[in-house]
């Protein structure tokens, strides 16, 4: 997959324009025309963004915004192992099914190129949003599809609505500080944890 201006005609379409998503979006309208998919609002969408609020498990939808797309970012699975243990249907459903139904209707429409971003909890210890992450590339490669599988660290950094983002330890120790909270250590303290800026992520995802 490549991003060049070259392309300007050509689509991109984000699936889950979440806390990655927003920050990402704003690198690709200059070059792309960019369609946004997702369940939540989306505040401050630049104003040459089409922007459809529905579920990635809207088949209609998504097939509406498959059929006009050159790329897929898919960006589905926020909130990490907290919100797959508190939501699992939902989780099975957007992890697994939604992917499913994205792989077909990309090798449909023949869309040129898929990204999957997914995450380093796919190596051990396995937790339920690792295994989850693992079974969506595993749709992603069997798919046939061209495609690139990011597997992300643990991401921090405000984003482009935040000035202090809550995503993650770090956010929620700046916000616990600032607010006057007490500070939450689960275990001994002294485990080590990958980090990655968000703008280094979206940056990487535009260079490919």
């Known amino acids: 997959m490549t991003f060049h201006k070259k392309n300007k005609k050509k689509t991109v379409l984000v699936i889950g324009p979440g806390y990655l998503g927003r920050d990402l979006i704003p690198l690709l309208v200059s070059d792309y025309r960019v369609i946004a998919l997702g369940r939540s609002p989306y505040p401050h969408k630049p104003t040459d963004v089409t922007f459809y609020r529905a579920d990635a498990r809207n088949s209609k939808v998504l097939e509406s915004c498959i059929k006009q797309s050159?790329?897929?970012?898919?960006?589905?699975?926020?909130?990490g192992n907290q919100e797959v243990l508190a939501h699992p249907n939902w989780a099975i459903e957007t992890y697994v099914l939604a992917s499913q139904e994205i792989c077909r209707l990309a090798k449909k429409y023949r869309v040129k190129h898929i990204l999957l971003s997914s995450s380093i909890a796919v190596h051990g210890p396995r937790i339920p949003y690792g295994f989850l992450k693992l079974i969506q590339e595993h749709i992603?490669?069997?798919s046939s599809m061209p495609y690139t599988i990011m597997r992300f660290s643990n991401i921090f950094g405000a984003d482009a609505k935040h000035l202090i983002s809550e995503k993650g330890l770090l956010g929620q120790f700046i916000s616990s500080a600032v607010g006057g909270r007490i500070l939450k250590i689960h275990g001994n303290g002294n485990q080590k944890v990958d980090y990655l800026h968000l703008s280094d992520a979206t940056a990487a995802i535009k260079l490919l």
């Open 70 to 79: 050159h790329i897929i970012i898919n960006l589905l699975g926020g909130g």
């Open 140 to 142: 992603l490669v069997k």
